[in-house]
């Protein structure tokens, strides 16, 4: 028997299922959670679900993992049915139960605490199908006994608490962090010429499609566009970018980098002429920290998260503008002085989100829930 009982260190246990093994912000999220756990263990003890090889290249010391055998056909379909019917009777054995993708049981008698961080599932102006439809109807129900709810970004609370209806004193703002001892004696990666980058899956609600067509309007006719990241949600929409940026003559200056390791990532950053963020919706967007954490000049699109995430720091322009986008880009790169302020203004940004002052409220949040 686990169950601390109320007393001594309390019990988590962690639903991480939804973590696949590519590259994503859920596993930037669990990957630097690990990372502040086997640092601080903030006097609790750690279990963590997640499938079979999620965690390579993780610390995962400070927790107790287990990994539940999943039939791989209908992978998604099992773990649904896993977490709806089976987590209730697990989690008995615990004091808390967090689960970090939106999704919690209806019902059990162990505190829940959700992170709801995917906009996607309740904004579905991109997306709509059985599958997001699915994932909201499964938020909605795990809402009523969830004992708090957690978000990234105010503006995230505000925007989902516009579609599901969620108690006010239930909900808790806890913003992500970003490691900066990454970009420390960072190399910029090797490039003959200047490029704009965005660090991002080439998916509809990214926008990458602005990006793309800002190019032939930028004044440096040599500027090109790298992108890095991969999609499983809609692999067709990249071959719809790639014959957009040919019909607009820019097709040579549009890469596509696929998966980048994350320390080269990092160089990416640091080499680039500057990082657009064009994204429709967001609930954080952390590639921003990153970027002003590497001193690159940041552009971003006029939205509640990135305006609260980057204030001064960032050159903001309407998403749906590529044409206003493209001014963004001259003024970034001719305005160097004007550059300048808002990369100092980015690092010392940044220099308010830690990793470590991130899971310390955390943690605050959950003790709250044990607590009743």
Known sequence: MLVSQGMGRPLVLVNALSLGAGAGGSRSYVSNLLAELARDARGMEWSLLALPGALEGMDARAVRVVEPR?????RVAWRVLYEEALLP??????????????????????????????????????????????????ARWGVPRARRILFPSRAAADLI?????????????????????????????????????????????K?????????????????????????????????ELERRARAL????????????????????????????????????GHPLLEAMAAGAPVIASDIPAFREIAADAA?????????????????????????????ALGRARVAEFSWSRSVDRLCEVLREAVDG
């Open 70 to 74: 999943l039939p791989r056909r209908g």
């Open 89 to 138: 009777q697990r989690a008995r054995h615990f004091d808390l139960l967090y689960c970090l993708a939106d999704i919690s049981p209806p019902f059990g008698s162990t505190p829940t605490v959700v992170l709801m961080r995917n906009l996607n599932i309740y904004d579905r102006r991109w997306y709509d199908d059985r599958r997001t439809r699915m994932l909201e109807r499964l």
């Open 161 to 205: 608490s516009e579609r599901i209806p969620i108690p006010a004193e239930r909900v808790r703002v806890v913003p992500y962090g970003v490691s900066l001892d990454a970009f420390q004696d960072l190399a910029p990666v090797d490039s003959r010429g200047r490029y704009l980058f965005l660090a991002a899956a080439p998916e509809r609600h």
């Open 207 to 239: 926008n990458v499609a602005a990006l793309v067509e800002c190019l032939p309007l930028v004044e440096d006719r040599h500027l090109e566009v790298w992108i890095a990241g991969t999609s499983l949600l809609d692999p067709g929409h990249r071959l």
């Open 249 to 284: 003559g820019v097709g040579d200056r549009v890469r596509f980098l696929g998966a980048v390791p994350y320390r080269r990532l990092l160089s990416y950053y640091r080499g680039a002429a500057a990082f657009v963020f064009p994204s429709f919706i967001e609930t954080f």
């Open 315 to 343: 050159l903001f322009f309407p998403p749906s503008d590529p044409a206003a986008l493209a001014k963004a880009v001259d003024r970034t790169l001719t305005d160097r002085a004007g550059s300048a302020r808002r990369v």
